[in-house]
């Protein structure tokens, strides 16, 4: 599903200006099926259109999980 994000959002390139990372993060992130951080999910989720649990589920689980202790 990161693939498909990071292609709505026009491409590698453009999703990197937009988390300012490197191209090569991106393909990281496709390659393991997931976004490393939270803010980047969801700068890529509103660029993409595609709900943030798609490709952040558990880094949205263990957020809630601190925020509830």
Same mark, same amino acid.
């Given at each position: 599903?990161?693939?498909? +994000?990071? %292609?709505?959002?026009?491409?590698?390139? +453009?999703?990197? @200006?937009?988390?300012?990372? /490197? /191209?090569?993060?991106?393909?990281?992130?496709?390659?393991?099926?997931?976004? %490393? @951080?939270?803010?980047?999910? &969801?700068?890529?989720? @509103? +660029?993409?259109?595609?709900?943030? %649990?798609?490709?952040?589920?558990? &880094?949205? %689980?263990?957020?809630?999980?601190?925020?509830?202790?």
């Amino acid at each position: 599903m990161v693939a498909a +994000a990071v %292609e709505i959002a026009d491409g590698p390139t +453009a999703v990197a @200006r937009l988390c300012g990372v /490197r /191209r090569q993060s991106i393909y990281l992130w496709i390659k393991e099926l997931k976004v %490393e @951080r939270l803010v980047d999910a &969801l700068k890529l989720s @509103r +660029a993409s259109g595609i709900p943030i %649990e798609k490709f952040a589920g558990g &880094l949205i %689980e263990a957020q809630q999980s601190k925020e509830t202790k």
